[in-house]
């Protein structure tokens, strides 16, 4: 759903009556909707939910759908408002955090029993825990710089996959994804590769690609559709048998880790002191299609749930020159300015080609400037999309390519930001659809 599908509501309710599990239940009926006939029956549940909200309510709603709605609610605020609010280490509260993989069951335990409380939610098989994450590094010599002179760290291939958590106990195997929800059912082939271990009791953390004939990956998306077809990697044991593992160091976790799971079911890991070394094997696993490297401190523990120093990701921003096509009015905060951009790459016989939209990393200063600008370049409009003369370059970063039956190019920019805008650069020297495609794994 987007802006198009918001344009025309419906007559906002008189008074308010709509319930947040009525919402709930809207939002997770128009996520199942697919094939013929979806598109209609999509239209129809969103006019019935906006019908039943007030006009407040129509644009929070609106800016829900669209992403403009921030209301703060974020992790790392909740934490430590949780050890405020009932006196208890804010440590104790994120690493319970990271065992229940539920706030509301820490914040619950905080206020019925304390730190005690706290202390008596551990790991356990079959309960999955929130996933340990990575800082961000742009090259490979700033991040070995995070972790002191001649240290000695475990380089990983960062494979753009499907995280997957799994968890076994005898012959009950589950398999959680990133956000912990239960994909079991999805994941036949990770269900199999688990059930092959020896081992009784496993938690395990990785990821599911898909892979072609020759063992390349697939794009993302291609991963995201695969289902059944996706192959397990793993990169971490968090506990094997009667072993917790959780608080044992990366490297006595891996080497567990190289003893339990077959070598063709690891992702690939350099362990060195040497920032050269490190930079040939990452440019080896781009060259084979994943999207960069991870590295570990060997000497950290599994701080689940958070972003912290001992995991640093490093892996290129891709960015293309490239012309604006259209521009749309902004909404909520950015109301009166236009915002969302369309993103054109060139084509042989001079034209344009749109690759997607982007509205993100923009300042308020940039907001000001485009609109002016782009009002000067106005051909003509059509509802809240202001159409442009093909003039003004801009400079987009992005994380990849998807392939887009929405757009004629054929691809979709994964993750597109502005850097800024080329006042240096005419659109023919904008970047050609071939370049794009060349970018695709």
């Known amino acids: 759903m987007g802006w198009r599908s918001l344009v025309t509501r419906p007559e906002p309710a008189a008074e308010p009556r709509l319930t947040l599990s009525e919402v709930d239940a809207a939002f997770s009926e128009l996520s199942l909707l697919a094939g013929t006939g979806s598109q209609g029956a999509r239209q129809g549940l969103l006019a019935e939910l906006m019908g039943s909200a007030t006009t407040s309510e129509q644009v929070f709603l609106a800016g829900l759908v669209t992403g403009e709605t921030r209301q703060g609610a974020l992790e790392g605020v909740l934490l430590p408002a949780i050890a405020k609010a009932f006196a208890v280490d804010v440590d104790a509260v994120r690493r319970a955090a990271m065992f229940a993989g539920s706030i509301p069951v820490v914040a619950v335990a905080a206020a019925a029993g304390g730190d005690a409380a706290l202390a008596g939610i551990t790991l356990q098989v079959g309960r999955p825990v929130l996933p340990m994450l990575a800082s961000s590094a742009p090259d490979i010599a700033s991040a070995f710089e995070r972790f002191g002179p001649g240290a000695t760290v475990a380089v990983e291939a960062k494979l753009d996959g499907i995280r997957i958590q799994v968890h076994r106990e005898g012959d009950q195997i589950s398999v959680y994804s990133r956000s912990l929800d239960d994909i079991t059912a999805r994941l036949p082939a990770v269900v199999a590769a688990a059930a092959a271990l020896p081992a009784r009791r496993i938690v395990l953390d990785g990821e599911a690609l898909a892979l072609r004939p020759d063992g390349r990956p697939m794009?993302?998306?291609?991963?995201?559709?695969a289902g059944s077809g996706l192959t397990p990697f793993f990169f971490d044991l968090l506990h094997v048998d009667d072993l917790d593992l959780v608080d044992?160091?990366?490297?006595?976790?891996?080497?567990h880790l190289a003893r339990l799971v077959p070598r063709e079911l690891l992702v690939e890991r350099l362990l060195t002191a040497d920032a050269e070394e490190a930079s040939a094997f990452s440019q080896d696993v781009l060259a084979s299609g994943h999207e960069g490297v991870v590295i570990k401190a060997l000497d950290a523990g599994y701080a689940a749930g958070r972003r912290g120093a001992s995991w640093v990701k490093v892996k290129p921003v891709h960015t293309l020159d490239l012309?604006?096509?259209?521009?749309?009015?902004?909404?909520?905060?950015?109301?009166?300015?236009?915002?969302n951009i369309h993103l054109g790459a060139r084509t042989d016989d001079g034209g344009f080609v749109m690759l997607g939209k982007t509205f993100k990393g923009m300042t308020d200063q940039m907001l000001a400037w485009q609109t002016e600008r782009f009002l000067e370049l106005e051909t003509h409009r059509e509802g809240h999309v202001v159409f442009v003369r093909p003039e003004?370059?801009?400079?987009?970063?992005?994380?990849?390519?998807?392939?887009?039956?929405?757009?004629p190019g054929g691809f979709a920019l994964r993750f597109a930001r502005v850097l800024r805008y080329r006042e240096d650069k005419s659109a023919a020297d904008a970047d050609t659809l071939v370049t794009v495609r060349a970018l695709a794994p």
């Open 219 to 225: 794009l993302f998306q291609d991963t995201a559709s």
């Open 248 to 255: 044992e160091p990366t490297a006595v976790r891996h080497d």
């Open 323 to 339: 012309v604006v096509l259209a521009v749309e009015w902004g909404s909520g905060r950015r109301r009166g300015w236009l915002s």
């Open 392 to 407: 003004q370059v801009v400079e987009i970063a992005f994380d990849g390519l998807q392939r887009s039956t929405r757009y």
